[in-house]
């Protein structure tokens, strides 16, 4: 998820049924976390009633977005109301929102979502001062890091070609 998504875009909670071959597999409220390049579901925590645990990670490289009119959907025999679907291979994955502007907010950002780009100067002062913090608080995880991108480093240099 870190390797391939340089930011988060959008988040929010909707409804979610996850359909192959016409049934319906599962069905949760859930948040979303939509990135540039995946989408994160997350169902709630039964006993936690605060905390999500993750459920499903989206390519959306290998994805389709269906804006879904309201009524019944043909394909999977549903009845949707604002509702939005994002259609892989052997599934297909059906959110529902509360209301229309939800689903219009949902659908601009699955419209305009940017390929990978670069992080901004900001972004890479709070991950610098974050991992700066952190090494402070916890060397050895500050230690495991540094050795961590000592080895993505070399490893990234023996693949160079000659």
């Known amino acids: 998820l870190v390797e391939t998504n340089s930011r988060m875009v959008h988040t929010g909670e909707v409804s979610c049924r996850c359909v192959a071959d016409g049934s319906v597999l599962w069905h949760k409220d859930v948040l979303l976390f939509l990135f540039d390049q995946s989408l994160v579901v997350c169902k709630k925590d039964i006993i936690k009633k605060n905390h999500y645990l993750f459920r499903d990670r989206i390519s959306l490289n290998s994805t389709t977005f269906i804006d879904c009119p309201d009524g019944k959907d043909m394909s999977s025999g549903i009845t949707l109301k604002n509702a939005w679907k994002l259609v892989t291979t052997g599934k297909e994955y059906v959110f529902s929102c509360r209301d229309k502007a939800s689903k219009a907010e949902w659908a601009e950002h699955m419209r ?51």
Do not use: G, M, N, Q
Not at 120 to 142: C, G, W, Y
């Open 112 to 162: 305009k979502r940017t390929a990978s780009s670069p992080p901004t100067r900001d972004e890479r002062r709070l991950v610098r001062d974050t991992l700066s913090r952190a090494s402070r608080a916890f060397p050895l995880l500050a230690h495991s890091y540094h050795c961590y991108i000592y080895y993505l480093s070399w490893y990234k240099a023996c693949l160079l070609p000659y």
